[in-house]
């Protein structure tokens, strides 16, 4: 059985200390959590949608937009 435990960083090392110190608990530390990526860096993480974005930016720098009425 795998139990998760989430405690503040401040309490962290001492509740490794005090579970590892049980003999029959194996105790681990999660990986840290990734930072959540924004979206130009997920954009920018394909090539396909690299290329995608730089178009589209190097069309607006040109002002080759088109304006389009919403639909409600």
């Known amino acids: 059985m795998k139990i998760t435990l989430e405690v503040p960083d401040n309490k962290a ?6 579970l ?13 959590k ?21 178009e589209s930016i190097a069309q607006i720098e040109q002002g080759q937009t088109v304006t389009h009425d919403r639909l409600d």
């Open 34 to 54: 990734a930072k959540p990526q924004d979206e130009t860096e997920y954009l920018l993480s394909t090539e396909a949608n690299k290329k995608a974005l730089l």
């Open 20 to 32: 590892q110190s049980l003999p029959f608990v194996k105790a681990t530390p999660a990986r840290s």
């Open 13 to 18: 090392a001492f509740m490794m200390e005090l």
